[in-house]
């Protein structure tokens, strides 16, 4: 069976809606799936409604996205299995919540100061996780840019006029609040950070479950470093397409990149933390 543990949608910065995403989890034979959208849970919740309704053969794994901020580096941090009522986290959520509707309203007076003339309405976007993707989206259908990966390049990519930095929580943050919530915390694409030792020093540091070994970015030769590196540490290993949909990255159709489902089995069979 093929599984897909890592997937945006119009809850955060992907293209498709929940439901499309189930329809096309259907329609590829991709049996196991879970929502992995930016800070938000409520992309899995409409995908679980929304699968009751339709009835469709595939399975939903709650998950989570948490960016956090460790030294100078980004760190993505996966939750599987989160208790969707555990109150500390979605109060968190929220007030990450509101710290980028003020970071949005910050960054589209930035983009009108550069002569740009955009609307983005955080409104539009209630319950879901929003920034640089809804701008640069925006700034694509006004017809400035021929596509979101020019606009990041010119405009809103790190160091560029208009970037602003996005709210994180700390690493040690959100790995507790997974915890909490009854899930696992997964270290996210590895073979994104700029050295190993950042890494080994993140799976030290803190308390990690598991590591992110099959991703779009991992070569086959840094699938077998990650293995390698999980058995020394004792983490279980997740995999998924890290898919948003559109033209600026890969996979950019659902069902192009998928992992097996033995290669993922511990983390969709794992209980709840006691």
Not at 28 to 53: F, K, N, Q, V
Not at 92 to 117: F, P, Q
Not at 179 to 194: M, N, Q, R, T, V
Not at 202 to 230: I, K
């Amino acid at each position: 069976m093929h599984a897909d543990l890592h997937i945006h949608t119009t809850y955060s910065d992907g293209l498709l809606t929940p439901q499309e995403i189930i329809e096309a989890a259907s329609r590829t034979g991709i049996g196991i799936i879970s929502i992995t959208d930016h800070d938000s849970l409520d992309g899995c919740a409409a995908a679980r409604e929304y699968l009751r309704s339709t009835g469709r053969n595939v399975k939903i794994i709650a998950g989570i996205e948490l960016g956090t901020q460790f030294h100078e580096a980004s760190v993505h941090v996966l939750g599987y299995h989160i208790r969707s009522d555990y109150a500390p986290l979605n109060l968190r959520i929220a007030e990450l919540r509101n710290l980028r509707e003020k970071r949005l309203r910050d960054m589209i007076a930035k983009v009108h100061s550069l002569g740009y003339n955009v609307k983005v309405t955080p409104t539009e976007m209630l319950g879901r996780a929003y920034g640089r993707p809804h701008v640069a989206k925006a700034l694509v259908d006004e017809g400035y840019f021929a596509d979101t990966e020019k606009v990041f390049e010119v405009l809103l990519g790190e160091g560029k006029p208009a970037y602003m930095p996005q709210p994180k929580l700390s690493t040690a943050e959100a790995v507790a609040l997974i915890h909490d919530a009854g899930g696992i915390a997964c270290l996210a694409h590895p073979s994104e950070f700029s050295s190993l030792s950042i890494v080994n020093e993140l799976l030290a540091d803190f308390s990690f479950d598991g590591l992110e070994v099959w991703h779009p970015s991992a070569s086959g030769e840094d699938v077998r470093r990650w293995l390698n590196l999980a058995g020394k540490h004792n983490l279980t290993v997740c995999g998924g397409s890290d898919f948003h949909g559109g033209q600026a990255r890969y996979p950019r159709l659902f069902g192009e990149y998928f992992v097996l489902y033995d290669d993922v089995k511990s983390v969709i069979e794992y209980k709840y933390r006691q």
